[in-house]
T-cell receptor, first 116, second 113 residues
Framework: GAVVSQHPSWVICKSGTSVKIECRSL??????MFWYRQFPKQSLMLMAT?????????EQGVEKDKFLINHASLTLSTLTVTSAHPEDSSFYIC????????????FGPGTRLTVL | AQSVTQLGSHVSVSEGALVLLRCNYS??????LFWYVQYPNQGLQLLLK??????LVKGINGFEAEFKKSETSFHLTKPSAHMSDAAEYFC???????????FGGGTRLMVKP
């Protein structure tokens, strides 16, 4: 139980294009979803937290207009990197939790974004 | 505010040797503590968690961790390392009020044959 998927697992795009990453909770309803960014050989940095039906809460220094987060249902959240640039290349990981999860987050497998 | 410090960004052990990965935390409220493992190009897998029950927590793959409040530590151990244990390990802390996780910098475990 508590499986989270991400799609795509790897995406390569040209500079200036927008990329959408999906995060799905497959067997539970995710009241809260989190988006993290991980640079090579570094730890995870929380980008934003989203609750279903509400606007996402962004961490300091994260541009909300560049990283658009939508949590339209209890099983799906999307992260759209708008007008991507090479410096946006990174590993993006989502996680999801539910109200009965005792503070446990369930992580997706991650999406590697490479911007040329 | 909460923070996590993992001493040693790289740890190398021989196969069959004891694994000890260090984690110290700072929290103004009773913490929930987690250890995650990450294999290359994959997400995080929960190894074990401390949620104010038993101070010695047993996890998957033979790992365990002991919560020591007096030392503000939650070190991860395994009696005998296996080659398949080579990965990146993250310690994380959250408070009781929500699900916000704060991660340590990670420790890369290398296992020599």
């Amino acid at each position: 139980g508590a499986v989270v998927s991400q799609h795509p697992s790897w995406v390569i795009c040209k500079s200036g294009t927008s990329v959408k990453i999906e995060c799905r909770s497959l067997d539970f309803q995710a009241t809260t979803m989190f988006w993290y960014r991980q640079f090579p050989k570094q730890s995870l940095m929380l980008m934003a937290t989203s609750n279903e039906g509400s606007k996402a809460t962004y961490e300091q220094g994260v541009e909300k207009d560049k990283f658009l987060i939508n949590h339209a249902s209890l099983t799906l959240s999307t992260l759209t990197v708008t007008s991507a640039h090479p410096e946006d290349s990174s590993f993006y990981i989502c996680s999801a939790s539910h109200s009965g999860g005792l503070n446990e987050q369930f992580f997706g497998p991650g999406t590697r974004l490479t911007v040329l | 505010a909460q923070s996590v410090t993992q001493l040693g960004s790289h740890v190398s052990v021989s196969e069959g040797a004891l694994v000890l990965l260090r984690c110290n935390y700072s929290s103004s409220v009773p913490p929930y503590l987690f250890w995650y493992v990450q294999y290359p190009n994959q997400g995080l897998q929960l190894l074990l968690k401390y949620t104010s029950a038993a101070t010695l927590v047993k996890g998957i793959n033979g790992f365990e961790a002991e919560f020591k409040k007096s030392e503000t530590s939650f070190h991860l151990t395994k009696p005998s390392a296996h080659m398949s244990d080579a990965a990146e390990y993250f310690c994380a802390v959250s408070d009781n009020a929500g699900n916000m996780l704060t991660f340590g910098g990670g420790t890369r475990l290398m296992v020599k044959p």
